[in-house]
């Protein structure tokens, strides 16, 4: 059924639009007579006002936009929840896009939410972003603009600001208790490092090695899809090329570890006897594998929350009042050690 508009109300019924909209509102200026019959006819026709053009006219749309690499698995469902528990509560609607880690569909997503007028956007970057461009332009044009998770670094302006995790304390802290199992050949599975995420993850991983006297062997390092296959092929690289497998593994995502798990496993490899295996993200699943995975938690639902209320702080102070230097927010992970890592007793 075609939406009805108030433009056809007022024409039907010989009145002005603007006659017929301050009778909807029971405006005083306009007698009961006139009221009873816009409101009879509005009745009639199921007529629905739109709120996204009264926004508008009212200088806001009430809309934050959400974009994010992809809304599968625990982590980004998870941050999207917090996102929107929070971002109603401070009386807003939220409009999600994915850009299925392509660049090119975040930029169209980016085109698709400032034509929806959305009053700022709250974004994490596709894995294959490198050309920042689009965000270039949302902070000339004073878009506020808050990114979370993966971050565009060193892009500063007064309407842009980040939630991030403590990354390289996460990997830091992996490295440190495979170390305290009796590891010393630790491999990583990093992700590209032009991310965030992956180049601190990668520095913390490197820098407890040195931290606790172990050399850093590049042989023992592969970049590759952080995905279960991604993993499981960087598993089969190292069995294969290695004189003798490490004896443990960090990748810097669960789904990659669980990959290097199942492969390990395959070449007769205990799991944590002969390799000890930790992830990170914690994802639900990491608690359904055979050992359980060792991971570090991100605080998913605190992210999404921590997002909106910079955003908001932003949306309700004029660009001259915001400070030069937006306030950043930075989390601290919490290791959850799991038996994949587990190769002394526990205290």
Request: include cysteine; charge should be neutral; hydrophobic fraction near 40%.
């Amino acid at each position: 059924m075609q939406r009805v508009s108030l433009t056809e109300l007022a024409k039907r019924l010989n009145l002005s639009p603007s006659t017929v909209s301050r009778a909807l509102a029971d405006h005083n200026e306009v007698s009961e007579a006139t009221k009873q019959r816009v409101r009879q006819l509005a009745r009639e026709l199921n007529y629905q006002p739109n709120q996204l053009a009264a926004a508008l006219r009212r200088g806001r749309s009430g809309t934050l936009g959400v974009l994010v690499p992809h809304i599968t698995g625990h982590f980004f469902p998870q941050v999207v929840h917090g996102i929107a528990t929070e971002a109603s509560r401070a009386g807003f609607t939220v409009m999600i896009c994915q850009s299925n880690e392509d660049a090119q569909q975040e930029r169209r997503n980016i085109e698709l939410l400032r034509h929806n007028q959305v009053e700022g956007i709250l974004v994490s970057l596709a894995n294959t972003t490198q050309d920042i461009s689009h965000f270039e332009e949302l902070r000339q044009q004073g878009v506020p603009l808050v990114f979370f998770d993966r971050v565009v670094e060193d892009f500063r302006g007064t309407n842009v600001s980040a939630v991030v995790l403590d990354d390289y304390q996460g990997a830091y802290q992996v490295v440190a208790h495979l170390v305290a199992q009796g590891c010393r050949r630790i491999a990583h599975f990093s992700g590209p490092l032009h991310l965030s995420i992956h180049k601190n993850r990668h520095q913390g991983y490197r820098d407890a090695l040195l931290a606790h006297n172990l050399p850093v062997d590049e042989d023992l390092i592969v970049f590759c899809p952080q995905t279960q296959a991604g993993g499981a092929e960087a598993m089969q690289q190292l069995l294969r090329t290695l004189p003798a497998p490490p004896d443990a593994v960090f990748a810097s995502n669960d789904l990659a570890a669980v990959g290097a798990m199942r492969v390990a496993k395959q070449a007769g490899l205990r799991v944590p006897e002969d390799l000890a295996v930790a992830g990170f993200s914690n994802e639900t699943f990491t608690t359904l594998t055979e050992p359980n995975l060792t991971t570090v938690d991100q605080g998913c639902e605190t992210m999404g929350i921590s997002a909106v209320r910079l955003l908001v702080q932003m949306l309700h102070t004029t660009a001259e009042q915001r400070k030069p230097q937006p306030r950043n927010v930075v989390l601290k992970p919490q290791l959850l050690v799991r038996e994949s890592s587990l190769r002394k007793p526990r205290d």
